[in-house]
């Protein structure tokens, strides 16, 4: 048997060799983007590199040595192709983002849409971004209202939840951004407190029916399921709805769960506060507008991207973050309307739209995507 230090030994020289033919193979690459550039090219040729891989895996023998190459090859023309994506920005090359960049909003003239009635946690999201800088406000039925109303001209931006820290994502949302053409152009985290409101007069004892928003009800779920278990819990469209709907029926028997906002709106008791499950329970709501913006110092970006639906797709694309130095915050999977069981992509990253890294990143995203669009930069 050998001794292990001289494998080890013989294993380094192999490495050196292996490195300096690598280093080979990347000095062939920038070659090949020089000639793509010249002949205006794509980088990403699957058809070639779907041959490559089946004629190299068939240089070897056995299942496992075949997966190895196939495996191995994959990474060194991922690495080529981000090489190569480099010297295409150094002469020239751009995404087209569509969005123009401003160094702040003017809200003075805007007008708001938020979802809900009165005293909607999206309200109160608007009024703590907004402050008092904006015109006017109104509200809507739906989620789907409030884009419409920034796309026909109504709003100037909607306030919409897109998640929360326990429930967590708000789906129909991110099925909107997709669907409309708006762009996010910022975002406010809403710390929720849930309050247990009832008419004048009530106590927790005479409640039998509590009503609120599936999420809302949702994060206050160990409260009602270890305390109250025999309540009828209802859904509604919004915890506003429901504190206006327990004011209107002057009913005893009747509970909302909301803010304590509600409970000054539509004078009501807060028969108990702070009922949520987690204590640290926020909100994140992002701020929409038909019109592709962004700050000069934004540093959050949201992009949705559709990718093939076959092995290794999903690593392939986000290598592009990966080798450009860019931190991914979140992904989330929705699926494709009207295309079984593949899904549309939806990303957060840490950079602006200036940034060298990001501009790198997304000229090899459009490339290997199937379909990319920007949703913000805020």
Known sequence: MRDLTDIRVEIDTVDKQILDLFLKRMELACQVAEYKISTGKKVYDKAREDEKLGKLSSYVDGHFNQQAVKELYTQIMSISRKK?????RENGANFNMGFKEVGEFDFSDAVVCFQGVEGAYSQLAMLEFFKDNMKDS?????????????????????????????????????????????????????????ALLGVKGAKISDIKTVYSHPKAIAQCDEYIR???????????????????????????????????????????????????????????????????????????????????????????????????GINMNRIESRPIKGVNWQYRFFIDIDGNLNDEAVKNALIGLEEECVNLRILGNY
């Not at 190569?84 to 295409?88: N, R, V």
Request: net charge negative; charged share 25%; aromatic share 8%.
């Open 84 to 88: 190569q994506f480099a010297i295409l």
């Open 138 to 194: 109104f509200h809507v039925e739906t989620w789907r209202d409030a884009m419409d109303a920034i796309t026909n001209g109504q709003a100037d931006y909607a306030v919409l939840p897109i998640e929360n820290s326990l429930a967590g994502s708000i789906e129909e949302n991110f099925d909107l951004l997709s669907e409309y053409n708006v762009a996010i152009i910022g975002e406010q985290i809403l710390k929720v407190n849930h």
């Open 226 to 324: 270890t305390q109250h278990m025999d309540w009828d819990v209802k859904n509604l469209h919004n915890t506003a709805v429901s504190a206006q709907k327990i004011r209107d029926d002057k009913d005893i028997t009747q509970a909302a769960i909301g803010s304590k906002y509600n409970a000054i709106l539509y004078d009501l008791d807060v028969l108990e506060e702070s009922i949520q499950d987690n204590k640290n329970n926020e909100t994140r709501f992002i701020i929409v507008s038909k019109d592709k913006k962004y700050k000069s110092k934004a540093d959050s970006i949201s992009f949705c991207l559709e990718i093939p639906h076959e092995p290794g797709s999903l690593y392939r694309v986000l290598s592009n973050l990966m080798f450009n």
